[in-house]
């Protein structure tokens, strides 16, 4: 018997999303029969695999659909993506670094309550946005990318930011593109933020999964 079975409860009968949704339920599935038939190591760390690449893929579906309805909560929706993300790449990575140290019936608790309680809480409230039963804010201008072949070429990034940062990103975004001194602190101090991002990640990872 898998560990997730599928049920109408779980439909968005929005069917990009209900797909998505359903390949992850198959992917934690495959990791529980590669835990439970004791077939060791590879096949974990395939499943795992497996597992990030679908999330990463529903999540691009999932926002841009969202973000064309122009739902409200896209923000704080995206987070609660970003945040699942960082504890599946944490995942991996300890898994890499020391397969018997991770609690695989752990990971699959964890898997298995956030993708039901995200689907029947977080998702469901922008079905009505999709399906055009609530009225959202008017999309982003789509952005447009130029031909990215080689470090000299413009690119035009257009995103949607909250209101009361907008300045704090826009001077950022002037003092980074700038060729001097300043620039080259604030590309060194956002590299160091991102380390400290993943070692708190992988910390946070090492608390859910019983590694000591
Ligand atoms: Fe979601």
Redo the contacts with the bound molecule.
């Keep these: 018997m898998p560990l997730l079975e599928w049920s109408d409860k779980y439909n968005t009968n929005i069917r990009v999303i209900d797909i998505d949704h359903q390949n992850l339920f198959d992917a934690i599935n495959a990791l529980y029969d590669a835990n439970e038939s004791g077939h060791g190591v590879d096949r974990i760390d395939v499943a795992i695999k497996a597992l990030r690449t679908y999330v990463v893929v529903h ?1 691009e579906h ?1 926002e841009h659909v969202l973000e064309q309805a122009g739902y409200p909560e896209f923000d704080r ?1 995206r987070a ?2 970003r945040d699942f993300t960082h504890v599946i790449d944490s995942l991996a990575e300890l898994y890499r670094q020391d397969p018997d140290n991770v609690d695989v019936n752990k990971v699959l608790d964890f898997l298995g309550d956030w993708l039901t309680d ?2 029947l809480k ?2 469901m409230d922008y079905v009505p946005y999709v399906r055009g039963e609530k009225e959202g804010n008017p999309p982003p201008e789509t952005s447009v990318h130029g031909p990215q072949t080689g470090p000299q070429t413009d690119v035009h990034i257009a995103f949607t930011v909250p209101a009361n940062k907008a300045d704090l990103i826009k001077g950022f975004v002037d003092s980074v593109m700038g060729q001097d001194l300043a620039a080259e602190n604030f590309e060194k101090a956002f590299q160091l933020a991102h380390k400290i991002l993943e070692e708190n990640s992988l910390a946070r990872a090492k608390k859910l999964f019983g590694v000591r």
């Design positions: 999540f999932e929706h609660t993506h995200h689907i977080t998702d």
